[in-house]
């Protein structure tokens, strides 16, 4: 499986974007997806997750102000990014879990940039 991250840019502090993870292959399979997210000189960080199940997690930082989504239809997951802060700026990393074949998959990043 092939992850390729897209949606980020510049946006000011209130604005939002939606990133986007599209899978070359079926993600019906997949145990987990998340994204992930790393600043200048901070280590990556867990920004949400979204199970097979449809179960969902956040990093406490963005809860009430992001949305996981998960389309095994079109193999794509979604973040919907409202409201945000300057600290929110960061690479933003897809990632994949295949419990079954014990292997993880990871995106190219896509930048977010949000000026105050």
């Known amino acids: 499986v092939q992850l390729q991250a897209s949606g980020g840019g510049l946006v000011q502090a209130g604005g939002s974007l939606r990133l986007s993870c599209a899978a070359s292959g079926s993600i019906f399979s997949i145990n987990v997806i998340s994204w992930h997210r790393q600043a200048p000189g901070k280590q990556r960080e867990l920004v949400a997750a979204v199970r097979r199940g449809g179960s969902r997690n956040y990093a406490d930082s963005v809860k009430g102000r992001f949305t996981i989504s998960r389309d095994n239809a079109k193999n794509t997951v979604f973040l919907q990014m409202n409201s945000l802060k300057p600290e929110d700026t960061a690479v933003y990393y897809c990632?994949?879990?295949?419990?079954?074949?014990?292997?993880?998959?990871w995106g190219q990043g896509t930048q977010v940039t949000v000026s105050s």
């Open positions: 990632n994949a879990e295949d419990y079954g074949s014990r292997r993880v998959y």
